[in-house]
């Protein structure tokens, strides 16, 4: 039973907050450059609420994007941070968390230990290149943007 209860909390709560940081990553790297917005999603799906921009849609546990119809002002260099922005405040939010808690690795004592790993995790998943269902992932953007 501890195991469906921690599964359902990592899954509704944990995982969304993961993606809300992994997604604000991208979006600080596309302001920073002066490229704008157009589109901050959580979840897949149909939406579920929406303003503006940002929209949560039906499965919010199960990915994100961050879209800019100006992504082509972007230098090479610039567009690399972005799509690597999202990694980097996922591997900053577990740093600071795993200093602060003195996290040991696969040791899951409480919730934040739990965050810590899955953010350790999406970062992993994000840098393999290969496209998902919901497309592809930031490695494979890489991997496409200095293939051309």
């Given amino acids: 039973m501890d195991f469906l209860i921690n599964f359902v909390i990592i899954t509704l709560f944990i995982s969304p907050i993961i993606t809300l940081?992994?997604?604000s990553g991208h979006a600080f790297f596309l302001k920073i450059f002066g490229a704008k917005v157009s589109e901050f999603t959580i979840g897949n799906?149909?939406?579920?609420?929406?303003?503006?921009?940002?929209?949560?849609?039906k499965a919010f546990f199960f990915g994100g994007r961050v879209g800019s119809k100006n992504l082509k002002i972007l230098s090479k260099n610039q567009k690399t941070f972005f799509y690597l922005g999202g990694v980097f405040f996922n591997f900053l939010s577990?740093?600071?968390?795993?200093?602060?808690?003195?996290?040991?690795?696969?040791?899951?004592?409480?919730?934040?230990?739990?965050?810590?790993?899955?953010s350790y995790l999406t970062i992993v998943i994000n840098l393999i290149p290969l496209n998902t269902i919901v497309g592809a992932t930031d490695g494979k953007q890489l991997v496409e943007l200095y293939r051309n």
């Fill in 45 to 57: 799906g149909d939406i579920f609420w929406s303003k503006n921009n940002f929209f949560i849609k």
């Fill in 21 to 23: 940081i992994h997604e």
């Fill in 94 to 118: 577990a740093l600071v968390l795993h200093i602060l808690t003195g996290y040991e690795f696969l040791v899951f004592r409480n919730y934040v230990d739990s965050f810590i790993f899955v």
